[in-house]
């Protein structure tokens, strides 16, 4: 009898289970079209473009101040007030600068030492008193400390109208009017950074603190020594709130600081404009001046303020 050559496997669809078909070859997989590629990167390039056509233009609306403030600061009071608008004028008065700082009406250079000094005093000091507090209430257990914080959220419930003058008859009867500590010691507790900084703790790793109490640290310690360290984006971010509101205080310092010797940036940039005269130029070129201590602190913090916001302050 003769014995059958051997054959190859049937590997027809019918012959698998279920009736499947083997891989196909690279070659024979199915593509993305061409076409539907380019539509899909064209829909993306153009999404982009418009982004960007979006971004350029609030920009652009967002420097107009800044270009208003340096050119018409940089022009005489006939160019300021020329009907005929020019993107800058004709000639550029650099002059106006050392005008504005040798007015004997206006001590522009003793406002911003001031301005600087109370600032600085201010933030730091809010930064001490409002962080020890969040921490404090966030982190030491102990009788009523949720009453503690209630009561202290009820302070943002009171206009400061109500308590401004009740301020003003405290400090007055100190002694503290047209001094530095007038200005600064009302303004330095903040219920509103403490609030940020008790919420900031609440989602401090444990862990760390942990270690730290193995070491032997204490909680003012372990305060200064872990907590401080890695928490600088709330720090940078609350600091330049605090910052950016004590440089731009108007009333406050207008009522304590009633001696020129006592003046602010914003009380000096109110006196350019009075009843019977309106300095321009030098009000535009005071005002130019007054924001660069602002940009100055916002450039220098930055990189803290954006990681404050995009992760929570603690690197792995």
């Known amino acids: 009898m003769r014995t059958p050559p051997n054959t190859p496997p049937n590997t027809s669809p019918s012959a698998l289970p279920g009736g499947t078909r083997p891989s196909d070859p690279p070659s024979t997989r199915p593509r993305v079209p061409t076409n539907t590629r380019d539509v899909r990167d064209a829909l993306v390039g153009v999404g982009r473009a418009v982004r960007l056509v979006l971004l350029l233009a609030l920009a652009l609306l967002f420097l107009i101040p800044f270009y208003l403030l340096v050119r018409n600061g940089l022009s005489s009071e006939a160019d300021i007030t020329s009907p005929e608008w020019t993107f800058f004028p004709g000639e550029l008065h650099w002059s106006n600068v050392r005008e504005l700082f040798d007015d004997p009406n206006v001590p522009m250079a003793h406002a911003l030492l001031n301005s600087s000094l109370i600032a600085v005093l201010t933030t730091v000091g809010t930064l001490l008193l409002a962080s020890l507090a969040g921490y404090g209430l966030a982190r030491i257990p102990y009788a009523y400390a949720n009453v503690v914080f209630y009561w202290i959220l009820g302070t943002l419930m009171v206009p400061a109208a109500v308590t401004f003058v009740p301020s003003f008859v405290l400090v007055s009867s100190l002694g503290w009017v047209s001094t530095l500590r007038g200005l600064v010691v009302p ?12 919420q900031y703790f609440l989602g401090f790793p444990r862990e760390l603190e942990d270690a730290a109490r193995v070491d032997g640290l204490g909680y003012w310690r372990t305060y200064w020594r872990v907590v401080v360290p890695n928490s600088r984006p709330v720090f940078a971010a609350v600091g330049t709130i605090v910052f950016i509101g004590a440089w731009n205080s108007f009333l406050w310092p207008l009522v304590i600081g009633q001696d020129r010797d006592a003046w602010t940036v914003q009380v000096a940039l109110s006196t350019f404009t009075t009843a019977q005269t309106v300095n321009i130029h030098e009000l ?16 220098v913090l930055q990189r803290h303020i954006v990681a404050g916001v995009e992760r929570s302050g603690i690197d792995d």
Do not use: G, K
Not at 187 to 196: D, G, P
Not at 284 to 299: D, E
């Open 284 to 299: 535009f070129v005071a005002a130019a001046v007054s924001i660069v201590p602002l940009l100055v602190v916002f450039l």
């Open 187 to 198: 303004t330095l507790f903040s219920a509103v950074a403490a609030f940020i900084f008790r």
